[in-house]
């Protein structure tokens, strides 16, 4: 863990506490020093590379008493490759610290505490990744082309070979692709490559400043059949994405136990991780308990993933989403899948002034799934609908507890549980699930 670092002299501290990106938390005279890639409960030697007025920021310099909870980082490229930020530490200690920063968050924005803390859900630790983004650069001082994700802290691709944490097939795909677009003439004309991973099928997307010669599509199209990837190439907004054969079968993913398959484009959302969205949907349905005799309203809908299960279950389902392809693929899935008591409207979801008849209704169930933002803005509305049950799924602990102060004191709702889910192993990312009780 030694490091080359340039400015600061070397001091001795004990690490504290994790910060939320995943850094450890020294005292120096009062002031905090973040210093990367130390854990709590150690005594380390760092040195400071950027001062601030509030806080220090550290680089680790040697590790003089290792925490119990650290262990060796599987990837070769750690502390390099900024996709992960947490691999030295252990995957129980991983969760824990992701479930103390969920209930910190919860005190300390929300002045909430959830009744009873949910048991993780926990999927593999490696080889989840289904979805990813991997930049692209020729660079011409080492004279090839890179690919992957950013160097941690910097706005450059990492060297790196192999990522861990992407499906094992994919696993290689960073040094695949570095190699074939060295051979292409647009080499310096190709800044991404996104990767989206269905149960049966996978999608690579190039993103493609300039038109690629034939020789280019060749090349292309000779890599995707030989890894058994479709390809896709965008020219420029995601209106543009198009396949470069025209016979792919459709990308697909199963929830519900296989009852409910979401069909998907090769640059829609889906969640990162297959295993943990399979039980993320599973626990929703659970909790929220719907029967034949409920109306359910579900936010931030997207393809349908929680929409199309909970219509298995309850009277009337209503999908609400900003994005109207999003909206017409939910539709086609319903249609696909049987389902026909769900209804789906586009909905600019953070003008709650603007909703359309669809919010005029009662609701006896909510479900909320919204981005990182949270979903302050439509709360208002929630007093009318009178669910007696809502279910959050948040990707950002900060507005989810900033939601549960207005749901819990402003509406007197009673946060009744809530739990992390490991969506992003060895990442610093808190996916959790909230529960609310409505008021009698």
């Not at 120096?28 to 040195?47: H, N, S, T």
């Amino acid at each position: 863990m030694a490091r080359d670092l340039k400015t600061g002299e070397v001091q001795e501290a004990d690490v504290v506490d994790l910060a939320h990106d995943g850094r450890g938390v020294a005292r120096d005279g009062g002031k905090a020093v973040f210093i990367d890639g130390a854990l709590p409960g150690e005594r380390v030697r760092y040195r400071v590379i950027k001062r601030r007025r509030q806080l220090d920021e550290a680089g680790l310099v040697e590790v003089l008493t290792a925490s119990p909870d650290r262990v060796v980082p599987r990837c070769a490229h750690f502390g390099i490759c900024g996709g992960c930020s947490l691999q030295h530490l252990s995957a129980p200690a991983q969760l824990a610290a992701k479930e103390r920063q969920l209930l910190d968050n919860l005190q300390r924005i929300g002045r909430v505490r959830p009744e009873r803390v949910l048991a993780p859900l926990r999927g593999p630790e490696w080889g989840y990744r289904r979805r990813a983004r991997l930049g692209v650069k020729y660079v011409h001082k080492k004279g090839r082309v890179l690919a992957g994700f950013r160097e941690r802290e910097k706005p450059y691709i990492a060297d790196i070979r192999r990522c861990e944490v992407l499906l094992e097939p994919l696993a290689t795909l960073p040094q695949d692709l570095a190699a074939l677009v060295e051979t292409l003439s647009i080499r310096e004309k190709i800044p991404q490559v996104e990767v989206s991973a269905g149960d049966a099928a996978t999608a690579l997307v190039f993103r493609v400043l300039e038109a690629p010669e034939p020789t280019d599509i060749e090349k292309i199209a000779a890599f995707g059949a030989a890894r058994g990837v479709q390809i896709f190439l965008q020219s420029g907004g995601l209106d543009t994405v198009r396949p470069l054969l025209a016979d792919y079968p459709p990308l697909t993913y199963a929830v519900d136990d296989g009852q409910v398959v979401i069909e998907f484009g090769p640059v829609d959302f889906i969640q990162v991780n297959r295993e943990i969205n399979a039980s993320m949907v599973a626990a929703a349905m659970d909790i929220l308990g719907a029967t034949r005799n409920d109306a359910v309203l579900d936010l931030f809908c997207g393809l349908g993933n929680f929409t199309l299960p909970l219509a298995r279950r309850a009277g009337r389902v209503v999908g609400v989403e900003g994005d109207a392809p999003l909206i017409a693929k939910a539709e086609a899935n319903a249609v696909r899948n049987g389902i026909g008591n769900a209804a789906f409207f586009k909905e600019n979801l953070f003008e709650p002034m603007q909703f359309g008849p669809w919010s005029n209704d009662r609701y006896d169930l909510v479900l909320l799934d919204p981005p990182r933002a949270g979903a302050s803005e439509l709360l208002a509305r929630l007093p009318h609908w009178r669910p007696r049950r809502v279910v959050y799924i948040s990707c950002h602990p900060g507005s989810l507890a900033r939601d549960a102060e207005i749901l819990v004191h402003g509406q007197r709702f009673k946060l009744t549980c809530a739990g992390v889910m490991d969506m992003f192993p060895h990442t610093a990312h808190v996916e959790s699930i909230a529960v609310f009780e409505g008021p009698a």
